[in-house]
């Protein structure tokens, strides 16, 4: 896992704990409810950082055709969170 992925971790605890000091969700029982909040923040974050890797002006210049543009994009965002293929 990448430095950018353990951020957003760290990033996704935020609402949760807010939510938990609310007595919304108790953090120190570790309930599925929090995990659920937690596992939703977090992809909710991953899915929004591909979409700045997609919308990055490098993959607004690329000029390759449909197919090649989604393997280029595939191959961008997998780096950018350090998954090997």
């Given at each position: 896992?990448?430095?950018?992925?353990?951020?957003?971790?760290?990033?996704?605890?935020?609402?949760?704990?807010?939510?938990?000091?609310?007595?919304?969700?108790?953090?120190?029982?570790?309930?599925?409810?929090?995990?659920?909040?937690?596992?939703?923040?977090?992809?909710?974050?991953?899915?929004?950082?591909?979409?700045?890797?997609?919308?990055?002006?490098?993959?607004?210049q690329h000029s390759k055709g449909w197919n090649d543009?989604?393997?280029?994009?595939?191959?961008?965002?997998?780096?950018?969170?350090?998954?090997?293929?």
């Open positions: 896992m990448n430095e950018r992925i353990q951020e957003l971790a760290l990033e996704a605890f935020d609402p949760i704990n807010a939510l938990a000091s609310e007595g919304v969700a108790d953090r120190h029982t570790f309930d599925q409810a929090w995990f659920q909040l937690y596992n939703k923040k977090f992809a909710e974050l991953i899915v929004r950082e591909c979409g700045t890797v997609i919308n990055s002006e490098n993959y607004r543009a989604i393997e280029w994009a595939d191959g961008m965002i997998k780096e950018h969170f350090g998954v090997e293929e």
